[in-house]
């Protein structure tokens, strides 16, 4: 949506609208998860560094964390600061229809209703429960011009079956290989019956800083699935949550400096890339700006123990958050995508839902 405060343009965009030209070149974007002021600062700094569109995601508990107002001029602000970067505001692992409309009526141009798992977000959901809650929220995002994302199969460990809750998005107990692999076969019928612009899968990532024991392989990282599903759904947008690359420089000195953080793998960064080149459009990432950040203050507060002005610690976080986030939209190939992208107004989008899956 190009809207106009004073004299400057804004430009908000569609989820949708971002992707079908993200699949047009041959991109990825990633979503960046935001609660404060500072991680929208690094994520709209290393866009307009590298002139790269953005995705920012906002989970329940971020508009909890930060106040939904707060949230939304927040972003309203990065928006208007930044008029060439075409943002997209999610709504990152809706838990109920209820959550998405609230999410609709923050002014969000995308929502993902999360419909694997039950509202409490633990308990695994069964797919017609997923099919149905799922197509409800197509219904209503698409009538305002608001993209959706779904979700087919369980985010978790194919190493130990554990679905890993530590951010409170995420099933309890064990799961099995059928429940944490996405079917390419049910990813059709659910795309088919939904309707949903974008299909998160369940490839063996999770979500935490615990991901892999060891540097993954092709046996708990399935990362050759995701063709399979994209042969199965070739007009659907792939998402792949759980995208932390785990960089262990940052867990170095985040140990260097008192933290206790256990030996962890996340999903390489060139994997990500070959996961693109079959069809993933939207990279979830919120872990490793978390870990940079932290790292930053850490090092920051050891090394500088006569400071006491919290702008010196943030200042510092927010430069490292800025670094893992443009080396992303670099190695994703976002970089120099955003000057040639024109946002259309949420009402334009209108008819694109209704009309055939996607150009
Ligand atoms: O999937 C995510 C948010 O939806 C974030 O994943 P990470 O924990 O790997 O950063
Ligand atoms: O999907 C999970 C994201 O990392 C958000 O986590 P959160 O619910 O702690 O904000
Ligand atoms: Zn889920
Ligand atoms: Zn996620």
């Known amino acids: ?15 949708r609208q971002l992707l079908d030209h993200a699949a047009e070149h041959g991109y990825g974007v990633p979503a960046f998860n935001v609660n404060n002021l500072e ?14 569109p953005v995705i920012l995601q906002a ?9 939904e107002a707060y949230l939304r001029h927040m972003v309203l602000a990065a928006i208007e ?22 999410a609709i009526r923050s002014g969000f141009s995308s929502v993902m209703m999360d419909g694997s798992l039950l509202a409490d977000a633990k308990t695994p959901a069964s797919y017609d429960y997923n099919v149905a809650v799922t197509a409800e929220v197509c219904k209503l995002a698409h009538a305002v011009g608001v993209s959706v994302e779904g979700e087919l199969g369980c985010l978790g460990s194919l190493e130990t079956g554990d679905a890993g809750e530590e951010d409170g998005v995420g099933a309890v107990g064990k799961l099995s290989h059928a429940q944490m692999l996405t079917d390419p076969n049910e990813a059709r019928d659910f795309v088919a019956r939904t309707g949903v612009d ?7 990532t999770s979500h935490g800083a615990y ?3 060891r540097p993954p392989t092709g046996e708990v990282l399935a990362i050759d699935r995701i063709g399979q599903i994209q042969a199965a759904v070739p007009n659907t947008h792939l998402v792949m949550h759980g995208s932390s690359s785990v960089p262990q420089e940052w867990l170095a000195i985040i140990r260097q ?4 953080l256990k030996e962890t793998y996340g999903v390489p960064v060139e994997e990500i890339v070959r996961g693109i080149a079959s069809g993933v459009r939207k990279v979830n990432i919120d872990t490793d700006i978390r870990l940079a950040m932290f790292g930053a203050m850490r090092q920051l507060m050891a090394t500088q123990p006569a400071e006491f002005d919290p702008r010196k610690a943030l200042t510092a976080a927010t430069k490292a958050a800025q670094a893992i986030c443009q080396a992303r ?20 989008m209108i008819p694109c839902y209704a009309s055939s899956h996607h150009a």
Do not use: N, W
């Not at 106009?4 to 908000?12: F, H, R, S, T």
């Not at 060439?84 to 692992?93: A, K, R, T």
């Not at 939209?329 to 334009?348: D, M, N, T, V």
């Open 81 to 102: 600061t930044h008029p060439d970067i075409p943002v997209c505001l999610h709504q990152d692992h809706g838990a109920s229809p209820a959550v998405c409309i609230q």
């Open 198 to 204: 974008a299909l998160a899968i369940a490839i063996g």
């Open 257 to 260: 400096y008192g933290g206790d």
């Open 59 to 67: 989970s329940a508990g971020a508009r909890q964390y930060a106040g």
């Open 39 to 52: 991680q929208i600062h690094a994520i709209m700094r290393a866009a307009q560094a590298s002139d790269s």
């Open 211 to 213: 991901k892999f024991t």
């Open 1 to 15: 949506m190009i809207f106009v405060l004073g004299d400057k343009p804004m430009a908000l965009i569609a989820l």
């Open 329 to 348: 939209f670099e190695a994703f190939g976002c970089a120099g995508q955003a000057s040639r992208i024109r946002p259309l107004p949420l009402e334009a």
